[in-house]
């Protein structure tokens, strides 16, 4: 059940010549949109690093956006197939956190689709509602199962990362 008292905390990391300008046509059109996700500006959203999200997270953040252009569109290419290889990656990490996955979600929007990044925007308002805060700094405890999977997950992006550039 929503609870319509909590005001989430999400960050979005918005790419800049496709959903940043969507989030701008929102606004300008007077699109319904939640006021509860803070713009980070990026180039591309293949600029996006894992650890941005999860220095967001760990930060007080509630939830993460990601928005970009649609795949075969991007200003710099295939970029946004790195942040389709990239997210996978970091569902699987947050997974293993604990972090539902309807926290963090990938939207793909072209400058023109203001109506599309506004119902993705409040689709993930939503659904953290009515997950509630997610206080990972005060449910965090430690463990050695814990720990042992930090040390399994840092193994992982390791190797992850050799295998993309």
Known sequence: MANEDFQPKIVGFLCNWCSYRAADLAGTSRIPMEPTVRIVRLMCSGRVDPTFVLKALSMGADGVLIAGCHPGECHYLEQNYKTIRRFAML????????VPDERVQLVWASAAEGTRLAEA?????????????????????ESPERLEALEDIVQEHAEAMEVSA
């Open 121 to 141: 925007v409040n689709q993930l308002t939503e659904d953290i509602r009515r997950l509630g805060p997610l206080d990972w700094k005060d449910r965090w405890s």
């Open 91 to 98: 569902r699987h990490v947050l997974r293993a956190l604990g």
